[in-house]
């Protein structure tokens, strides 16, 4: 079992910048991918970016590179989001999640993970 906690979201002005933190209950280096997904106005979760645990080139979803930035801290179990140039419609509950599948396809989508946090709401207005 994984336990993920997310943190660092908030209330940010169009053009303003946030950083999301995630903590792991347990070292997941080297064993899982790691990604950030949001919550759209449909309910669905879409992936934003993601990162094996391992290391190597993140994976970013097409309308976000360039202005959000994955990256993570293995002594410290955290994954990190760098949320830049907000706009509007970045508004949504960001969440954290695991995967333990083996090479997931994607990274991005919401069935290739099996841990989720709770979420952290960002609200850009």
């Known amino acids: 079992q994984v336990q993920l906690v997310e943190s660092g979201g908030g209330l940010v002005q169009p053009g303003g910048s946030l950083k999301l933190s995630c903590t792991a209950s347990r070292d997941l280096h080297g064993r899982y991918c790691m990604g950030w997904f949001r919550r759209t106005p449909s309910l669905e979760r879409e992936g934003v970016a993601a990162?094996?645990?391992?290391?190597?080139?993140?994976y970013y979803a097409s309308s976000e590179k360039g202005r959000f930035a994955i990256s993570q801290d293995s002594a410290k179990n955290t994954l990190y989001l760098q949320m830049n140039t907000l706009k509007p419609e970045d508004t949504a509950m960001y969440y954290c999640?695991?995967?333990?599948?083996?090479?997931?396809?994607?990274?991005?989508?919401?069935?290739?993970?099996?841990?989720w946090g709770q979420g952290t709401q960002v609200t850009v207005s």
């Open positions: 990162i094996y645990t391992g290391g190597g080139e993140p």
């Open positions: 999640a695991a995967s333990s599948v083996f090479r997931p396809l994607t990274k991005l989508k919401q069935y290739e993970y099996n841990y």
